[in-house]
């Protein structure tokens, strides 16, 4: 076998890379938070917290919600969320916070009382290594409750 040992990282676009290094360059990192039961924290804003992960990379806090971005790439993150209440003509707003900025969100209108809306939002982003992500379920009166939730992070380029 033609191969060569003891080879370091490369730094420059025409340097030669060890597998160890290629390997972490092109492996997909992905973190998956879901919530079961409901949470009834109780003001208006609420960022959205997990009871359980699927995250081989250690990039969520299950117990804050918050995703701390590994490395700098193109990141897919995707939200689902039930709204749960008993007040009729409220408005619901789910987002995607990064660095603490709102970023994409989507808004329902209920128009019935004691029913669970579901809402889903996604975006695409360019992050940096050490950037934050979350998600902030609200309602325009009342106390906001969370159902159930899904909340997926995965690096795509």
Known sequence: SQKITG?????????????????????????????????????????????????????????????????????????????????????????IVVNSSTTSYVSNDASTASVIYGANVSGLYSLTAGDTVNVNMSVSTGNVQCGEARFTVHRVA
């Open 7 to 95: 080879l370091q990282d490369g730094t420059s676009s025409g340097d030669a890379v060890n597998k160890g290094q290629l390997d972490a360059a092109v492996l997909t990192k992905y973190c998956i938070g879901l919530r079961t039961s409901s949470a009834s924290p109780g003001s208006p804003g609420y960022n959205v917290t997990y009871q359980s992960e699927t995250d081989p990379y250690s990039m969520l806090n299950a117990g804050t919600g918050v995703v701390t971005i590994p490395d700098t790439g193109v990141w897919m993150v995707t939200a689902y969320t039930e709204f749960m209440y008993s007040m009729m003509l409220v408005r619901q707003h789910l987002s």
